[in-house]
Nanobody, 123 residues
Framework: QVHLVESGGGVVQAGGSLRLSCAAS?????????MGWFRQPPAKDREFVAV????????FYADSVKGRFSLSRDTANHTVYLQMNSLKPEDTAVYFC???????????????WGQGTQVTVFS
């Protein structure tokens, strides 16, 4: 199994910034996997946010966060960061990181998930 540990969530005023971290560990972690971020707003379904490939450093973002969110990674520590700038109230959600093959992440069906971290943006 792969264990994902998240941190960085919190409460922030609209226009502010947060950085989420997700560290992967475990005997089945595979460097060929991708790391994705998803979020679930209150009373809504989970939605895709962003994904980065561990080997190729290729990132893709949902239209709703393009230009505001950015991904980076520390490959040595198997950690990915989601920098969130210009936050809006509609960004309020529980944010999850997840990992599996690239296609599984893109299709929303990765096997390994973090516990989720709450991000609340107020105006």
């Amino acid at each position: 199994q792969v264990h994902l540990v998240e941190s960085g969530g919190g409460v922030v005023q609209a226009g502010g910034s947060l950085r989420l971290s997700c560290a992967a560990s475990g005997p089945t972690f595979d460097d060929s996997y991708a790391m994705g971020w998803f979020r679930q707003p209150p009373a809504k379904d989970r939605e895709f946010v962003a994904v980065i490939n561990w080997r190729g450093h290729i990132a893709f973002y949902a239209d709703s966060v393009k230009g505001r969110f950015s991904l980076s990674r520390d490959t040595a520590n198997h950690t990915v960061y989601l920098q969130m700038n210009s936050l809006k109230p509609e960004d309020t959600a529980v944010y999850f990181c997840a990992t599996d093959t690239g296609p599984d992440v893109v299709h929303g069906t990765p096997r390994f998930w973090g516990q989720g971290t709450q991000v609340t943006v107020f105006s």
